[in-house]
């Protein structure tokens, strides 16, 4: 796990998302019971985008590698958590997508 830093010139997915600060999580997620893949090493990028005293706004986007048709998508999410001022509460409101970066017979089943 990294810590919380600016995001990379060079990261065009940060770029897109106007990030204010990025932090990445990398860990190999081991699968059971499939003949082909045993681990599926994966990516989770935290994008701050927003930041205040009442609201928090983060994209994150999960890559997974070296598993068959994963290079052609992402999971992307984004996280709002808002609450008024001085409240001893808050919201989370979660969205998700699959974000396609390129087409394939598996895409229908995925």
Same mark, same amino acid.
């Given at each position: 796990? =990294?810590? #919380?830093?600016? $995001?990379?010139?060079?990261?065009?997915?940060?770029?897109?998302?106007?990030?204010?600060?990025?932090? %990445?999580?990398?860990?190999?997620?081991? /699968?059971? &019971? &499939?003949?082909?893949?045993?681990?599926?090493?994966?990516? +989770?990028?935290?994008?701050?985008?927003? +930041? =205040?005293?009442?609201?928090?706004?983060? %994209?994150?986007?999960?890559?997974?590698?070296?598993?068959?048709?994963?290079?052609?998508?992402?999971? *992307? *999410? *984004?996280?709002? /958590?808002?609450?008024? $001022? &001085?409240?001893?509460?808050?919201?989370? %409101?979660?969205?998700?997508?699959?974000? #396609?970066?390129?087409? =394939?017979?598996?895409?229908? /089943? /995925?």
């Amino acid at each position: 796990m =990294t810590q #919380w830093a600016d $995001p990379s010139p060079d990261d065009t997915q940060a770029a897109t998302l106007a990030a204010t600060k990025q932090k %990445r999580v990398k860990v190999d997620v081991q /699968i059971k &019971n &499939n003949a082909f893949v045993k681990q599926a090493p994966t990516t +989770k990028t935290f994008n701050l985008i927003q +930041k =205040t005293d009442t609201l928090i706004k983060m %994209r994150i986007v999960n890559k997974t590698t070296d598993v068959p048709y994963c290079d052609s998508f992402a999971v *992307e *999410e *984004e996280w709002t /958590i808002g609450s008024l $001022p &001085n409240a001893k509460s808050c919201v989370l %409101r979660v969205t998700m997508g699959i974000v #396609w970066y390129k087409s =394939t017979m598996m895409k229908s /089943i /995925i």
